[in-house]
């Protein structure tokens, strides 16, 4: 199969299990959406969702967070994890919101970059989900079936967000990085991972990682058959 085929069934498989897109992240605004994704890093997005309200329902806005002190902030979202960093940048890029954006989350990867605690991933969700701008972020999940599918070699995110924008159309980016997600949760995991299940890697998959599926899978069984007759 062509890389070009590839990417064609891939496309259209996608589209055939999410022809509608829930938002991973719950939000209402270009505001709130930044604040969840910061306070996604290294956390669940079940987790991050169970803290934002509390978070929104004193502020959900920069000007009343800027009301809140760094502890405030910090003790309400300390069950995502590393929350001595995020309220910082929580509280952090609120001010420059408000002193340089008049309040408004900006809409170019230069400015959003030059918020404290925001890197380029986050970015890149910000201006694709709540500006439809086109990009593709590419977290965990895309870097992890960009390799197994053979469309990157895997050696870091950022050679995955290229080769993800090179093989895809870009009118399909933001639709496509949130359906890779959702697609790795559901049929092509870190861990559990069964292949029967997973329709886009059992027909385009990397030979290497096929090949080592069902070494392991093997394995197991041998070790499975060699306990039961202990």
Known sequence: MLKSEKVEFIINKLEELYPSIPVPLDHKDP????????????????????????????ADNPYDMVKLSVEEIR?????????????????????????????????????????????????AVVLSQAFGIPAFPV???????????????????????????????????????????WYGREYSPARGWDLNKDVITSTVGRKSVLNDYYKTLSRKRNNQILSSKK
């Open 75 to 123: 003790e309400i979202i300390k069950p995502v994890g590393l929350s001595p960093m995020k309220s910082k940048g929580i509280h952090g890029l609120s001010k420059i919101l408000i002193e340089r954006h008049n309040g408004s989350v900006p809409q170019t990867y230069e400015e959003l970059e030059e918020l404290p605690a925001v890197g380029h991933k986050t970015a």
């Open 31 to 58: 505001y709130t959406l930044l604040i969840a994704v910061l306070m996604s890093a290294q956390s669940t997005d079940v987790r991050v969702n169970q803290i934002t309200p509390l978070l929104f329902a004193k």
């Open 139 to 181: 977290d965990t999940h895309i870097h992890r079936l960009m390799y197994r599918w053979n469309l990157s070699n895997g050696k870091n995110v950022v050679q995955t967000e290229r080769d993800a924008k090179r093989l895809f159309p870009e009118h399909k980016w933001n639709d496509l990085h949130l359906q890779i997600i």
